[in-house]
């Protein structure tokens, strides 16, 4: 908890592509809001892709918890801005599962001589 007038480190951290992080430590006073550690950070400039009125295309987390841009950030707070995906999970697994072939995979890559499938 930091005293009132105190200043709050805070980390913002953007990720554009796989492997590629834009990550800010910033000095801030307190009392400061997501919004505008945001703008204060320079990744709503250097990034113009992100937009945070659509909230669908963009969300806000502060450690990997949803957040809201008037939230009041403590010091030493992780602001993520994360990306919408583009593959669902579930899919890109089931994908990766058939291309990988079921005698490869999980249960069915250890089978005695003579089992039946899937023992």
């Known amino acids: 908890m930091s005293i009132s007038g105190a200043p709050v480190n805070i980390t913002v951290m ?4 796989p492997r590629v992080v834009h990550e800010r430590v910033l000095p801030l006073s307190s009392g400061v809001t997501v ?3 945001l703008q204060q950070s320079g990744l709503l400039a250097q990034c113009p892709e992100i937009d945070l009125s659509q909230s669908e295309a963009f969300t806000v987390c502060i450690w990997g918890k949803k957040t809201s841009p008037d939230h009041v950030l403590r010091d030493l707070d992780r602001i ?14 089931r994908e ?3 291309k990988q072939g079921s005698n490869r995979a999980g249960l069915f ?4 001589e003579g089992a039946k499938p899937g023992y």
């Open 80 to 93: 993520e801005i994360c990306r919408p995906l583009t593959v669902d999970p579930k899919v890109a697994r």
């Open 96 to 98: 990766r599962f058939q």
């Open 35 to 37: 919004m505008q550690a």
């Open 14 to 17: 953007y990720s554009p592509a």
């Open 109 to 112: 890559s250890k089978r005695r």
